[in-house]
């Protein structure tokens, strides 16, 4: 649900607005923080056949950032920052999701 369709259904049903149930929006954050999204993005990804998902391939990080005009040691550190921990949350959903296929395949 986005947080246009919220507001919409919030309006419909005569409810007030929970702004803590209200999906964000990408004007809702800053732009710093979708740079680092879109340098994310960028970034290839590793897989290894056994195993899924093992992280993003950082060999063009700093062309990558210089492409996105990001020079400032703190804005390079914020987004390097982002960047581990989206990779760290895409890492763990690759496990659970081989995992399952996994325990599928195992119970036929």
């Known amino acids: 649900m986005t947080k246009d369709q919220y507001l919409r259904m919030v309006e419909q049903t005569g409810e007030e ?3 803590d149930r209200c999906p964000p929006d990408g004007d809702d954050f ?6 680092a999204l879109n340098v994310f993005h960028t970034l290839g990804d590793r897989i290894g056949s056994d195993v899924g998902y093992i992280g993003k391939d950082f060999t063009s990080l700093e062309f990558i950032l210089g492409t996105y005009y990001i020079t400032d040691k703190a804005q390079i550190d914020w987004t390097y920052e982002l960047i581990l921990f989206l990779e760290r949350r895409a890492i763990e959903d690759s496990r659970k999701q081989m995992k399952a296929e996994y325990d599928k395949i195992k119970k036929k």
């Open 17 to 19: 607005i929970d702004w």
């Open 30 to 35: 800053p732009e710093s923080t979708l740079t």
